[in-house]
């Protein structure tokens, strides 16, 4: 499914990374020590999303020299449906994990800017990205962000101590990247596994709209 006008997505890019710039500043203005907000996985993926649509505003605004009419351009799809990746499952990640446990994350601005974190980036990706194009292999690939990240986050308590993520102490922003809990390993393997199993699921969607799967592909004009 893709809309083939490149006025269209070049506007719908540019309300999207607005959108997401401003609720993400404001979000961030509530959030105190930037050593502290900078940690959590839906900042980190926000900031590469808010990267994804600027690059992409970019290649579309030079791709107007070919007319409005015709398939927008992009970026190398593994890197953009990765960042997109991100983005989604951080924000499950957040509404699942974040916000029950920790009531500090209980705020709008904070529930607004995720909402887009997991909006956003399945507009753009259904009505303007290439599809049909990524193998199987790229699962394996869209994991390599959040291992860095959770060992990242095992070593964080040492390398700024004195930094703390919640009003608690806690030096963890999610409960299960706390080495200190006896089912540590549990969770982090089942949260490593289901992020594996959701890359999979989009490698598929994104083929399977593609028309990989299928004869013809569905258009939207």
Known sequence: ??????LISLASRMISLGLLA???????????????????????????LMGVFFLEI???????????????AGLYMPITLGVFFYAITSALLYFAILVPSHPEERHLAGHIYVTLLLILPVIDWLLFDEKGTLRWYFGFTFLAYPIFYAVFMLFRPYI?????LYSDGSAYPYWMLNP????FPLYLGAWLVGLYALAMLLIFLNNLFGGKYRKRAIDLY
């Open 1 to 6: 499914m893709n809309v083939r006008n490149r």
């Open 22 to 48: 401003t609720f993400f500043s404001f979000y961030v203005m509530g959030a105190g020590n930037p050593g502290a907000w900078i940690c959590y996985y839906h900042v980190q993926s926000g900031i590469m």
């Open 58 to 72: 970019i290649a579309n605004a030079i791709d107007l020299r070919h007319g409005t009419r015709g398939f927008p």
């Open 160 to 164: 700024f101590p004195n930094i703390a």
């Open 180 to 183: 200190k809990d006896p089912l």
